[in-house]
């Protein structure tokens, strides 16, 4: 039996009056990479935000049903959001370097939290960006301005920022999306790598990119999940309609 | 016969490009002039002793320097209340509220006060601190009542700049599991910081110049203020009273070569840190 790390049930969400997720069942496991895949609006990006509750700070956001990560209803009034936003780190579409130094960017989570020993700080700056792949790259000058970087690095350097939370969950809204293809092969070689101590939520509008490097995969449309499974058998045999015309390009 | 005088688009551009460079002439030959004229009757009036001995016989002898030291009081103590109040005020509008009525009547109420006759403040600065909070004619009046002068301008510009912060910063800060306090104190702000000192600065030109709201409320003693309960007078007012009272305009242009010279200076170097602090936090 798999380990189940985010349970999602009877869940939507609603912009205003127009509703943007509807009555989503999902279970996430543990230290899987989860690909989701589905055609613009389709509330792929609106789900991630659901998860850490990014989406508060939209005016008129509203939800019905329930989110368990590891037990928790994280929409409970008792659920600290700065604390589940660090439980699940999150990577957007646009690099969004800090307009900081490189350092900066990377001890910027735990700084909040009132980390100041500089010894540990340094060894944790190191251990992020060489997680990410950046490290070999910056490791000369980290007191530069993080918006000196290139866009693959920029989004290398957020995923960094992102480990220095220590979350449990990474959540990754379209990340290559504006990257060249090495970068984005990059990225995904260090998704590959995470994958053994994180679980992975990977929201993607390229469908090859799910089928390199998802375990299993979801596919969204208008608002609902029409089906998820493994990789493998989204790709070769969905049960849906409609899932094979995505996955063939028919539309979307 | 008629279509015979239009000009050809051509020519019709270069009409319109020499006269709004003429325009435009205008406004720095004014500036020209004025600069020009106080240099003039001023500089021949400068020297270390005007500035550092105290004026005597009225201001007809000596220097300026208790005037100097009144205004950078003055300007201090206005900055001191205003910059919080102001850069709050914004923080407020922009981060803590979403846009509605009483938003609305805030920023409305900002200009309206910002739209006001400086006499005016001065008027109410009398009233309210010389008088009926008794700080007497003093630096505290005049500090304060030229806070609530400047203080439409800081809260305006603070507010621009804290607009103009991506909105991307504040979600990926967020998304970093920060409040909102953090995001406003380590994202929001710093990013704004050159924003917000232009407000700043232009705030300390309006306040080293201000005559009419400080001639109420500071007064005019000549001597050099001891507590910010003295009484004491600003260079501007300096200025206007030699002059008015025809009592040594040669020491009258000296002193406005001095306040031009100095909110000149205020400018030029703040806009030389303000360039640096931008390419340290932006790309190239």
């Given at each position: 039996?798999?380990?189940?790390?985010?349970?999602?049930?009877?869940?939507?969400?609603?912009?205003?009056?127009?509703?943007?997720?509807?009555?989503?069942?999902?279970?996430?496991?543990?230290?899987?990479?989860?690909?989701?895949?589905?055609?613009?609006?389709?509330?792929?990006?609106?789900?991630?935000?659901?998860?850490?509750?990014?989406?508060?700070?939209?005016?008129?956001?509203?939800?019905?049903?329930?989110?368990?990560?590891?037990?928790?209803?994280?929409?409970?009034?008792?659920?600290?959001?700065?604390?589940?936003?660090?439980?699940?780190?999150?990577?957007?579409?646009?690099p969004?370097?800090?307009?900081?130094?490189?350092?900066?960017?990377?001890?910027?989570?735990?700084?909040?939290?009132?980390?100041?020993?500089?010894?540990?700080?340094?060894?944790?700056?190191?251990?992020?960006?060489?997680?990410?792949?950046?490290?070999?790259?910056?490791?000369?000058?980290?007191?530069?301005?993080?918006?000196?970087?290139s866009g693959g690095q920029q989004q290398?350097?957020?995923?960094?920022?992102?480990?220095?939370?220590?979350?449990?969950?990474?959540?990754?809204?379209?990340?290559t999306s504006g990257l060249d293809p090495i970068s984005t092969m990059k990225i995904e070689?260090?998704?590959?790598?995470?994958?053994?101590?994180?679980?992975?939520?990977?929201?993607?509008?390229?469908?090859?990119?799910?089928?390199?490097?998802?375990?299993?995969?979801?596919?969204?449309?208008?608002?609902?999940?029409?089906?998820?499974?493994?990789?493998?058998?989204?790709?070769?045999?969905?049960?849906?309609?409609?899932?094979?015309?995505?996955?063939?390009?028919?539309?979307? | 016969?008629?279509?015979?005088?239009?000009?050809?688009?051509?020519?019709?551009?270069?009409?319109?490009?020499?006269?709004?460079?003429?325009?435009?002439?205008?406004?720095?030959?004014?500036?020209?002039?004025?600069?020009?004229?106080?240099?003039?009757?001023?500089?021949?009036?400068?020297?270390?002793?005007?500035?550092?001995?105290?004026?005597?016989?009225?201001?007809?002898?000596?220097?300026?320097?208790?005037?100097?030291?009144?205004?950078?009081?003055?300007?201090?103590?206005?900055?001191?209340?205003?910059?919080?109040?102001?850069?709050?005020?914004?923080?407020?509008?922009?981060?803590?509220?979403?846009?509605?009525?009483?938003?609305?009547?805030?920023?409305?109420?900002?200009?309206?006060?910002?739209?006001?006759?400086?006499?005016?403040?001065?008027?109410?600065?009398?009233?309210?601190?010389?008088?009926?909070?008794?700080?007497?004619?003093?630096?505290?009046?005049?500090?304060?009542?030229?806070?609530?002068?400047?203080?439409?301008?800081?809260?305006?510009?603070?507010?621009?700049?804290?607009?103009?912060?991506?909105?991307?910063?504040?979600?990926?800060?967020?998304?970093?599991?920060?409040?909102?306090?953090?995001?406003?104190?380590?994202?929001?702000?710093?990013?704004?910081?050159?924003?917000?000192?232009?407000?700043?600065?232009?705030?300390?030109?309006?306040?080293?110049?201000?005559?009419?709201?400080?001639?109420?409320?500071?007064?005019?003693?000549?001597?050099?203020?001891?507590?910010?309960?003295?009484?004491?007078?600003?260079?501007?007012?300096?200025?206007?009273?030699?002059?008015?009272?025809?009592?040594?305009?040669?020491?009258?242009?000296?002193?406005?070569?001095?306040?031009?010279?100095?909110?000149?200076?205020?400018?030029?170097?703040?806009?030389?840190?303000?360039?640096?602090?931008?390419?340290?936090?932006?790309?190239?």
């Open positions: 039996m798999r380990d189940t790390a985010i349970q999602v049930v009877n869940f939507s969400h609603f912009y205003g009056q127009q509703q943007s997720l509807k009555n989503l069942n999902l279970v996430i496991y543990r230290r899987e990479i989860l690909g989701i895949i589905g055609p613009a609006r389709s509330g792929k990006s609106t789900f991630l935000t659901c998860l850490n509750r990014l989406n508060d700070l939209v005016p008129g956001s509203r939800v019905s049903g329930n989110i368990l990560i590891d037990g928790q209803d994280i929409y409970q009034p008792e659920v600290e959001v700065a604390a589940l936003r660090r439980q699940l780190g999150m990577v957007f579409a646009t969004v370097p800090l307009p900081m130094s490189i350092y900066d960017n990377v001890v910027f989570g735990p700084k909040l939290q009132g980390q100041t020993n500089r010894g540990e700080l340094d060894r944790l700056v190191e251990d992020c960006l060489e997680k990410a792949g950046l490290w070999a790259e910056v490791k000369d000058r980290l007191k530069i301005s993080a918006l000196k970087l290398r350097l957020c995923l960094a920022r992102v480990l220095a939370l220590k979350p449990e969950y990474i959540l990754l809204d379209e990340p070689d260090t998704l590959r790598l995470l994958k053994k101590d994180y679980t992975i939520i990977l929201v993607t509008n390229n469908t090859k990119q799910a089928a390199r490097v998802a375990d299993r995969t979801a596919f969204f449309l208008m608002g609902e999940l029409v089906e998820v499974n493994e990789t493998g058998i989204i790709f070769t045999r969905p049960s849906d309609k409609r899932t094979e015309n995505y996955i063939e390009g028919r539309f979307g | 016969m008629k279509k015979h005088f239009r000009l050809k688009p051509r020519a019709e551009q270069k009409v319109i490009q020499i006269l709004l460079y003429m325009m435009t002439s205008v406004a720095i030959l004014v500036l020209i002039f004025i600069l020009a004229v106080i240099l003039k009757n001023g500089l021949p009036q400068l020297s270390l002793e005007f500035l550092t001995t105290n004026p005597a016989h009225m201001g007809r002898e000596g220097g300026i320097f208790s005037t100097i030291v009144t205004t950078i009081y003055l300007t201090f103590i206005a900055l001191l209340v205003a910059t919080p109040l102001g850069v709050g005020t914004a923080i407020y509008l922009t981060e803590y509220t979403s846009e509605r009525v009483v938003t609305r009547i805030i920023r409305f109420g900002a200009e309206c006060l910002a739209g006001i006759p400086s006499i005016i403040f001065g008027l109410f600065g009398f009233i309210l601190f010389v008088n009926k909070l008794k700080f007497g004619w003093s630096i505290l009046s005049g500090g304060l009542t030229l806070a609530f002068m400047v203080l439409p301008t800081i809260i305006r510009t603070s507010e621009e700049a804290i607009k103009s912060v991506p909105a991307a910063y504040r979600l990926a800060s967020y998304s970093l599991g920060s409040t909102r306090w953090q995001t406003v104190t380590k994202v929001v702000l710093p990013s704004a910081a050159p924003g917000i000192a232009t407000g700043v600065v232009l705030s300390i030109g309006r306040s080293i110049g201000e005559t009419a709201a400080v001639i109420f409320t500071a007064g005019s003693a000549l001597h050099l203020p001891s507590s910010i309960f003295s009484s004491g007078r600003t260079m501007s007012v300096h200025f206007y009273i030699l002059a008015r009272e025809g009592i040594s305009m040669p020491k009258a242009y000296g002193t406005a070569a001095v306040l031009v010279i100095a909110i000149l200076m205020i400018n030029i170097i703040t806009y030389y840190l303000m360039g640096k602090y931008i390419s340290r936090t932006s790309p190239e």
